[in-house]
């Protein structure tokens, strides 16, 4: 199976400046098709996961521009611009390629 | 919109076969896209349980393989889950998804 590695696990963050997460697979996530299914999720608290990015830089109807993904191959990043107060959460990035499907252990973000 | 909303007993007994259903609105599930359900521990990360597509084509975590069955109704334009033999390791929120879209989740704890 593919296991997703999160970096850092706890992102403690300043308003206004950026932040970055880094996502890695043990096994490249190009799929057959041409396509890397790589996606990102932000989960606040006692909320759902809601889809933030999709095929590795897609960001999600609605998702603020702040937002972008990154990477090739087995290496992702997740980058907010500039952090705002309603970023607060765990983020996880989730690979669709291989079977079955997995997520990253997910990086808390909070402010310091 | 799409909107998914998650039903079933909140509560299971031990070796007991945990049942929900995930009722889809907004789209009809017989027209695309994969369904699935993810799991999510109290405090822990997100686990995929498994996905069927319109297709009816399902595939299952290897590590439930054995006790996971998900399935369509297309005339209530729903989907299931069941999973045997459930544990105390087996209490988790259970959300259902479609590739854009997650429900709200619902806990299911399994105690006597």
């Known amino acids: 199976d593919v296991v997703m590695t999160q970096s850092p696990l706890s992102l403690p963050v300043t308003l206004g400046q950026p932040a970055s997460i880094s996502c890695r697979s043990s096994q490249s996530l190009v799929h057959s098709d041409g396509n890397t299914y790589l996606n990102w999720f932000q989960q606040r608290p006692g909320q759902s996961p809601r889809r933030l990015i999709y095929?590795?830089?897609i960001r999600d109807s609605g998702v603020p521009d702040r937002f972008s993904g990154s990477g090739s191959g087995t290496d992702f990043t997740l980058k907010i611009s500039r952090v705002e107060a309603e970023d607060v959460g765990v983020y996880y990035c989730?690979?669709?390629?291989?079977?079955?499907?997995?997520f990253g252990q997910g990086t808390k973000v909070e402010f310091k | 919109q799409v909107q998914l909303q998650e039903s079933g007993p909140g509560l299971v007994k031990p070796s007991e076969t945990l049942s929900l259903t995930c009722a889809v609105s907004g789209y009809s599930i017989s027209s695309g896209y994969y369904w699935g359900w993810i799991r999510q521990p109290p405090g822990k990360g997100l686990e995929w349980i498994g996905i069927i597509y319109h297709s009816g084509s399902t595939y299952y975590n290897p590590s439930l393989k054995s006790r996971v069955t998900i399935s369509v109704d297309t005339s209530k334009n729903q989907f299931s889950l069941k999973l045997t033999s459930v544990t105390a390791a087996d209490t988790a929120v259970y959300y259902c998804?479609?590739?854009?879209?997650w429900g709200q989740g619902t806990l299911v704890t399994v105690s006597s």
């Open positions: 095929k590795v830089s």
């Open positions: 989730m690979q669709g390629t291989h079977w079955p499907w997995a």
């Open positions: 998804s479609s590739p854009d879209y």
